[in-house]
């Protein structure tokens, strides 16, 4: 299977999992998980649970986001970041233009607003009441949209390693990170 067919088979394995009630943050995780296969319990889904709606539906960042921002840490993430020298710790944020994995965790939301104008839960579904089909129908699509973006970063990831840009949404000076 080509990469655009994995890109879109977890976006709608994920639109799925959302129609069967999973939430926001599972929907995406659960999809990228299977696609991975990774060698982790499938008891790890149970820690996206408190992140639907914006983390326990506070309206924050977005649950959709949160679950890809897992995934990519599932695949990419550190395993064992206390038995890595200071210096290896320290090495994650790619300063003055180095590759580093944050530069990786950027794209993510950095893509997601981009697509979608916002990052936060509540702007996305603003117009609707939270029964309302249309918001039922919008979250399904940004749940599917961020597993395929999610995925298609993971398979960017294969080639590039960590060597991305930071986007506009990024806490680093300019200075200190070149983009």
């Not at 129609?19 to 990228?32: D, G, T």
């Not at 294969?158 to 949404?169: A, E, H, R």
């Amino acid at each position: 299977m080509g990469d655009e067919e994995v890109v879109k088979e977890t976006g709608e394995r994920a639109g799925f999992y959302f129609e069967e009630r999973l939430n926001c943050a599972e929907s995406v995780f659960k999809a990228i998980f299977d696609t991975v296969n990774t060698d982790l319990p499938g008891a790890v889904l149970a820690v996206m649970s408190g992140f639907g709606g914006g983390v326990g539906a506070s309206g924050n960042v977005c649950g959709a986001l949160s679950g890809g921002t897992a995934a990519l840490g599932l695949v990419y993430g550190r395993r064992n970041p206390l038995s890595l020298p200071m210096e290896e710790r320290t090495k994650t944020y790619g300063k003055n233009g180095a590759p580093g994995l944050y530069r990786l965790f950027n794209q993510l939301p950095n893509r997601f607003k981009e697509r979608f104008g916002t990052v936060n839960c509540a702007e996305l579904i603003k117009p609707w009441h939270i029964e309302a089909p249309e918001r039922r129908e919008r979250c399904n699509q940004i749940v599917s949209e961020t597993a395929s973006i999610a995925m298609s970063i993971l398979l960017e990831a294969k080639t590039k390693g960590y060597d991305f840009d930071y986007g506009d949404l990024c806490i680093f000076p300019k200075d200190l990170v070149k983009r």
